[in-house]
């Protein structure tokens, strides 16, 4: 018995083959560009029930495109099963096509699966005719049959892997022509296992009562289209909204590389940019511009003592108040850490730039909680101007820099407006903090000692240890100069330790002589006093070298010690119940209230030199000031200790206010290590000979 088949229907399965393999690149597609994990499985279970849906209508309306000179049905059953068959293998290839890496041998274990279970899908179909007597099939046919249904499959997977990608070029012109092909091979392998089957004469078939082969030509037909068109109008949905989630996290991917993530201030990038755009504006209408660098004073302290949080929050809290007053022409960045950048255009006139750089100082320099605690800092600000001292972006932030330096050497919280000279001094700054790393390694560090006297008898009481560098090419350099390069490169706590190495080596070195034991000063700046594990890293020192932590004081200034109240009390006190000294360095500079002292329990205080001058004027400050801290430390049990010392006539009035020692060049300059070695020997003959000269009976 043979058939024949319906032109109609057979375009039909052709068109919905084609819109089968749309659907399937189109939602392999989808699932590659899905950027959340919990909707990819709904979405490939999805896109598998379309895709089967219509692979399996395509074989329907095959099946359907031919007639027999019977009455033909399907079983219902054997037709769902052959359903779920196609929607199975529709996942396979899905999950196989959307993630991943297809390798050769993944390809082809995917499609062979694939194409088993299309073949089965297939005659599955077939089956639910449930003829009498049963199809027989030519074997060869079905063999090369399910061979291209596999090799179909293998085809269809890597299209659909290979054009999953959305940014291709014409890409859609590309998952047309590969649903075309698409199309020709599922078709082909259709009508290949048809052409498998045959027929015996006066057959019948026993399925002929309950599905209906017109009725379900109808809604196979109308399902397949109702399901493939509206899972592709359903994916193309989903793909505007991706390009406008696309085109929505390009916005922020371009704002995230042009502004500070932590400020939401433009970055160093955008600022470059703003600046040449400046510099075009100026040259076409004659329009200076000023270069604002600012850099905060005291952050590095506060961002190490309290935390990276606390130092995240007081920027933010800067970068707000460098907003303010700002014209909107105007422009604030952030370049990285603690500096940041104000363009001022349209500026005729020094004047203007100054008048910024002043707000900026007195916006900075108000009170700032963070965490219920009051922070205080400040800001070196360094000026330049275009096109004066610049003609392009390097130049005008170097010269901005340089300025800003010149601040900071100029006592900080201040501006200064760029000079040519600036240059050298920015340059050498540049030249020490590189040659500083080699100084240690080099031996060009070095020690050096200045005693401290007793004021009623003039002895040796103790000596503070001073460092100093010579440079083999530039000489001797400041303490002044090079510490706070130090301080800023991260080499003081390094240089610390060094420090407190040298010092316990020259106490080894006087005790072996049989010297005076006599107590060492060492200074601690705010970067070495806010190391977490200070005390515990001078133990370790002290207790290598084998010092008695009697021999040792540490000195701190007023503003370090104002950074954190709390953690300097317990920084005080941990030191001092290991047995060090305390004492405040340069006293009525800073904060200058004697409640503090009270607080902190310091156990010596050094008055600042610049008092000492003003005994010499016959002014009341310094007298003022050291009566009212010798009387408040006679109660607190606290040794007073006038620094700078030169005159006699000093020398005279300290002792009629009835102060413990005294530092300063009228008595000793401070002396190498092998000096105050000598000295030291000389001190101490002179104190035998004046107790032999005591025991000595008269005659």
Sequence with gaps: MTGIYNPLLVCLSLVVAFLASYTAVEVSGGLNALASAKR???????????????IWSMHFIGMLAFSLPIQVGYDFSTTAASLFLAIGVSLIAL????????SYRRLCVAGTIMGLGVAAMHFTGMHAMQMSPAIEYTIWKVALSVGVAIAASMAALWLAFTLRASDLENLVVKRLGAAVIMAVAITGMHYLGMSAANFAAGSLCLSGGKLDANWLALVVTATSFTVLVGTLALLGFHTSSLSISLRRANRQLHYLGTHDALTNLPNRQQLSLHIAQAVDECARRASPFAVLFIDLDGFKSINDSLGHGV????????????RQDLRHTDMVARLGGDEFVIVVENVAEVSSAVAVANGVLQRLSQEIVVNGLPLRVSASIGIAFYPRDGGNVDELLHSADAAMYAAKQSGRNTFRVFEPQMNHTALKSLVLQRDLHRA?????????FQPKFSVASQSVTGVEALIRWRHPELGEIPPLEFIPIAERSGLIVEIGDWVLQEVCRNIAVWDAQGLPAICVAVNLSPIQFSVPDLVARIDALIGAAGVDPCRLM??????????NIEKTSRTIEALQS?????AIDDFGTGYSSLGYLQRFRFDQIKIDGSFMRDLDDGGQRGSALLSAVVTLARALQIEVVAEGVETESQFRTLGELACDQVQ??????????????????CAADRIVATERACATPTA
């Design 440 to 448: 240690l390694s080099d031996g060009q560090l070095s020690m050096s």
């Design 554 to 563: 540490f000195e701190i200034t007023e503003t370090t010690a104002m950074q």
């Design 95 to 102: 999950a196989t096509a959307s993630r991943g890496v297809l």
């Design 664 to 681: 300063g060049f009228l008595l000793s300059r401070p002396l190498p290590a092998a000096e105050f070695l000598a000295f030291l020997r």
């Design 578 to 582: 290991r047995g060090y000294t305390v």
């Design 40 to 54: 990819r499985p709904l979405w490939l279970v999805g896109g598998a029930v379309s895709m089967g849906v219509g």
């Design 311 to 322: 130092g995240d929050d007081l920027l933010q809290v800067c970068a707000e108040r460098l």
